[in-house]
Nanobody
């Protein structure tokens, strides 16, 4: 079963860094991409960063130059390196797997990131 499992969240001061990990133990042959989304209290979930199996990356404007998404194939892990964190980066971060031809992504349980000012 394809089930992303996130880790790495925590409490950090503004300007600090965190690295989130998303492990997908069974990688389907038709995986299209892995994406990180976040949801702050009272806000809708938003796409933060995405990486396709071809290696193409996209980022929401607010994190460009600060966040980096990458893949460690040997560990079946996708990483989100978050630098120069801001209080507005606070939220629950979710990893989602997109499969070719599927209308729904497969979501992890999320990991909390809190950035204090």
């Amino acid at each position: 079963q394809v089930q992303p499992v996130e880790s790495g969240g925590g409490l950090v001061q503004a300007g600090g860094s965190l690295r989130l990990s998303c492990v997908v133990s069974i990688i389907p042959f038709d995986l299209h991409s892995i994406a990180w989304h976040r949801q702050a209290p009272g806000n809708e979930r938003e796409l933060v960063a995405q990486i396709t199996e071809a290696g193409t990356t996209t980022y929401v404007d607010s994190v460009k130059g600060r966040f980096t998404i990458s893949k460690d194939s040997t560990k079946k892990t996708w990483l989100l390196q978050m630098n120069r964190l801001k209080p507005e980066d606070t939220g629950v971060y979710y990893c989602a797997a997109r499969i070719w031809g599927s209308i729904e992504d497969i979501w992890g349980q999320g990991t909390q990131v809190t950035v204090s000012s």
